[in-house]
């Protein structure tokens, strides 16, 4: 790590100059011509290319799944990105597919049940490796989004978004406990921590087929060696490709 990191927008790797580009874009933001729905509209004007990259592999790794049964499970809400961008490749690629829903997870209140493991490394941790790191209470607010979001879909009479508050590590066997008939197309798995993550699996890797994605986020990494120590747990790792995007590091993959 470099003496010019900084903490801006909840990333390890802002450096002063990306502060000072961020800061720009919202003044930018804030002060360009056009109405709210304007910029709704042209929302180029204001991604930056790392976001842009990133929601082009959540498209990828969707369509990678096209014709595979089974739900899209989002284990680490937070903001809701990842979910409603899920949501949104679902109406826009897949508009009558109403049996795929996308199932957020989360506890809402931050991280729980942070281990050892979660802290092997010799260099720091992340930033956000606490109890109550990464806290977003935006379970309501994201009620609302989704709300809105069912207002302009195809056969919004059957529900398409869902959430599960609490921790996952109750959560995923108690929502499997309830709905046996579930599978899983993508697994995506945000939450960078060692026992969330195999809770995650251990409920959601027996409904995955033949095809379907295991999405992990932040694999290899010094800062959050809990989520790789994960996977070596609960797969054997000879018997799979992991992949990373070339285009966003930090999104990894592997195709059952």
Known sequence: MTDNKVDFGGSEFSTNQQQSINERK???FESSLGSS??????????????????????ADIYNMTSGIAGNIVECGVYYGNGLMTFAKLCASLEPYNYNC??????????????????HLSKSESGLHTFEGGYE??????????IEIFDMDRPLNQFPKVELVKGNICQTAPEYIENNQQTLVR??????????????????????????????????NSDLYPGMTLSILDELNIKDYQVKTMPN?????????
């Open 136 to 145: 977003a209470n935006t379970y309501d607010d994201l009620k609302r989004c």
């Open 26 to 28: 919202i003044d930018y």
């Open 37 to 58: 729905i304007d910029k709704q509209q042209s929302l180029m004007r204001y991604m930056s290319r790392q976001d842009l990259a990133k929601l082009l592999c959540y």
């Open 186 to 219: 993508i697994l995506s798995l945000t939450m960078n921590l060692y026992e969330p993550t195999k809770a995650a699996l251990k409920a959601f890797l027996p409904r995955m087929s033949k095809g379907s994605v295991i999405m992990p986020f932040t694999l």
């Open 248 to 256: 966003y590091p930090n999104v990894n993959y592997i195709v059952l």
């Open 101 to 118: 829903k996308v199932i957020g997870f989360d506890t809402f209140e931050g991280n729980q049940s942070i281990s050892e493991k979660d």
